[in-house]
Each structure stands twice: as structure tokens, then as C-alpha cells.
């Protein structure tokens, strides 16, 4: 077995893939071929590439945070599917 059909048998038995030596083969082959790439853009030079997060400039489009108007604790209370206290009473999610 060459270190590719190695590892896609390892990844593949991780995610509790059943794979037929055909299949295995054929990820093998596209496996070598990514990892033949990847050696390939090691050897390109981006030594005077300045680092991004993206390719192409992202703005919050959100709109502005404005005060409004809103709920008197009274009335949300009064709405709430349960109350006690003062408090919206909520089903647990957390275990302890």
C-alpha cells in the first residue's frame, strides 16, 4: 500500500466509510494528485504577498445599532409563555 491508499483508508475507515478497493483506487489516484499540487505552490514565491483573510474586501452591511422602542418588563412578562419571579421562566438545556 503507497502512503495515500493509507491514508484514505484511514480517513475513510474515520468516518465510518465502507469503501470498495475501486473506490479506494480511484480517491487514491485524486489524492496524489492534490499532494502533487500542494509540492507544486510550496515552491511558489509569496514572500511580497501581503497576507488576507479574503480575496476581496468584506464590509459589515448590517444595519446601525439604534435605540428604539421596546417592551416594558411588564409587558414582556405578559407575553412570555412562562414567568415567575419577575423572570421568563425557560426550559433547561444545560446539565449540571
Known sequence: MSAPELDVSAVARLARLALTEEEISTFQS???RVLEHIEHLKKVDVSNVIPTAHAHP???VVRADEPGESLTSAE???IAPRSAN???V???VLEQ
Open 30 to 32: 485524486q489524492l496524489g
Open 58 to 60: 468584506v464590509y459589515n
Open 76 to 78: 414582556a412578562l405578559k
Open 86 to 88: 419577575n423572570l421568563v
Open 90 to 92: 425557560v426550559p433547561k
